[in-house]
């Protein structure tokens, strides 16, 4: 392999990467398709309506219980970063510039599909003056007004920490404000380059200070130790973080990290019981969880555990808060 899909020369990381071939997954990775009538209807519209969201293009294992729930998940600002992260399958390269249409099209998806929830994410922007600011911003509002009904999440980037770019995301008050983390300090910057650890905490706590309710995302199996783990997750509640996932590492290509460790499912579900001990609000942790994994949930959730009344357009949502199963199999 000398050449990344794209066809841009390789980087010497990933040469380095290629030559670990791709780990078998053990037995307890794997999920079971269930195609429930609200998945299947969803299906159907997606195809017939040309929509696209990351669930069916990246494969997410949760698709189908996600669909059922009618909540999806969309990729904004193009389809090229200008950061590269070791575990990101999202290619590396200079973007287009982007569609100021984008979010208008985004929320008529959101209509159409009739979700009840949406999570919006987006590859990182240097190149622009506002690092796509207004762009996430915009397509929060476009959500909210065309579709007031459904709650809107919003996983940014870290916009270098720069309190104006936040607040001009903050303004459009997504329901949750997410950026992930993903890993300790101990391997940050070898795996995510471009971003700093304690930063990101600053942008989670920024998100706080605004008001509203945050998250945040850790990754297992890129290298870390379990000590590491613990003192993460007291750094992100710390932080002001409510809401909490963690994963495993599943490796996009050879390109990319190899796996380091397979956690077994008892570990994860030590881990949540450790993280709602530590004070986070809501905790989902297990092999095949994803950061948007059941978001309309937690956020109900995590609402309820502030005491604060859901919107009324969003009173949907109220009974999702109790008694989902936490995937931790």
Same mark, same amino acid.
């Given at each position: ?5 794209? !066809? ?68 904004? !600002? ?18 287009? =510039? ?27 922007? =240097? =190149? ?27 996983? *940014? ?18 329901? *949750?404000?997410?950026?992930? *983390? ?59 973080? =409510? ?63 502030? !005491? ?20 931790? !199999?």
């Amino acid at each position: 392999m000398s050449a990344a899909p794209d !066809g841009r020369r390789m980087l010497r990381l990933e040469v380095r990467n290629a030559q670990t071939p791709i780990e078998r997954k053990p037995e307890w990775i794997k999920t079971r398709a269930k195609m429930g009538p609200e998945y299947r209807q969803l299906q159907q519209l997606v195809k017939s309506e040309e929509l696209h969201t990351v669930c069916q293009e990246a494969g997410c294992p949760n698709i189908y219980e996600c669909w059922e729930d009618r909540e999806a998940t969309f990729l904004i !600002g193009g389809s090229q970063c200008t950061r590269r992260c070791d575990f990101c399958q999202i290619d590396t390269g200079k973007p287009a =510039d982007y569609d100021v249409d984008e979010p208008r099209r985004v929320a008529e998806s959101v209509v159409r599909m009739q979700l009840r929830y949406s999570t919006v994410t987006g590859v990182a922007r =240097d =190149d622009l003056p506002d690092e796509g600011a207004w762009l996430y911003a915009e397509t929060i509002r476009e959500i909210h007004r065309q579709s007031p009904g459904t709650g809107v999440e919003i996983l *940014v980037p870290d916009f270098s920490g720069n309190p104006e770019l936040l607040a001009e995301v903050f303004s459009a008050r997504p329901e *949750v404000f997410a950026h992930n *983390v993903e890993t300790v300090p101990r391997i940050f910057k070898r795996i995510r380059p471009a971003f700093r650890y304690e930063r990101s905490l600053d942008v989670i706590t920024q998100g706080r200070d605004a008001g509203l309710i945050t998250k945040s995302n850790l990754i297992l199996g890129m290298g870390e130790e379990r000590a590491e783990v613990s003192q993460a997750l007291q750094d992100l509640h710390d932080a002001g973080t =409510d809401i909490i996932t963690i994963t495993q590492y599943l490796r996009p290509s050879p390109r990319h990290l190899p796996v380091d460790r397979w956690v077994r499912p008892e570990e994860f579900v030590e881990l949540k019981e450790e993280a709602e001990q530590i004070g986070f609000l809501g905790v989902l942790a297990g092999p095949l969880v994803r950061s948007s994994y059941r978001a309309g949930r937690l956020w109900a959730q995590s609402m309820h555990a502030k !005491g604060r009344a859901l919107p009324e357009e969003l009173s949907h949502l109220a009974d999702a808060s109790l008694g989902f199963a936490q995937a931790v !199999g």
